[in-house]
């Protein structure tokens, strides 16, 4: 199977299974070759996957270095282009999860996830445009 049919598995079954939640606040989607991504959307992008449950549990896949570091990001981490590399309310927006990655995707490309949400006040005039993004996924779906 493909991971192609993950959002249909996904949008069948949503509030039943594949979704799980912890204490660091992200969310956990199991794809069908049982990659594990935080973000139903994002199953595509490698960024956001953080482990597969064909080589490990659960638990070892949510306390990995890449659940952890995704859940509590570092100022450091943050490409130096991106204006949150330099915001004073970093941490505390990153801790209370300000963000969509995927709208951030959608408005500045795959290779600046780490831009401020499209929403922020300090974020950049977006690239792209998201309300174009929306319509090609509702085909996709
Ligand atoms: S999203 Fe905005 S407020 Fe949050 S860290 Fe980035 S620039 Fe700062």
């Given amino acids: ?4 049919c993950f959002l249909v598995i996904c949008l069948a079954c ?4 594949s979704l799980f939640y912890v204490n660091a606040g992200v969310n956990g989607f199991i794809l069908p070759d049982g990659e594990v991504t935080i973000c139903e959307q994002l199953y595509w992008n490698p960024n956001f996957i953080i482990g597969n449950v064909n080589e490990n549990s659960i638990s070892e896949i949510w306390n990995s270095p890449k659940s952890l570091a995704l859940a509590n990001m570092k100022i450091d981490n943050i490409q130096e282009k991106s204006r949150c590399r330099t915001c004073t309310l970093f941490q505390d927006c990153f801790d209370n999860r300000n963000r969509c990655w995927v709208d951030i995707i959608k408005a500045y490309g795959e290779e600046n996830w780490d831009y401020p ?21 509702a085909i996709m779906v």
């Fill in 1 to 4: 199977m493909s991971k192609n």
């Fill in 117 to 137: 949400d499209p929403r922020c006040n300090k974020a950049p005039k977006m690239i792209f445009d998201l309300s174009f993004n929306t319509k090609k996924e």
């Fill in 14 to 17: 949503i509030t039943t299974c």
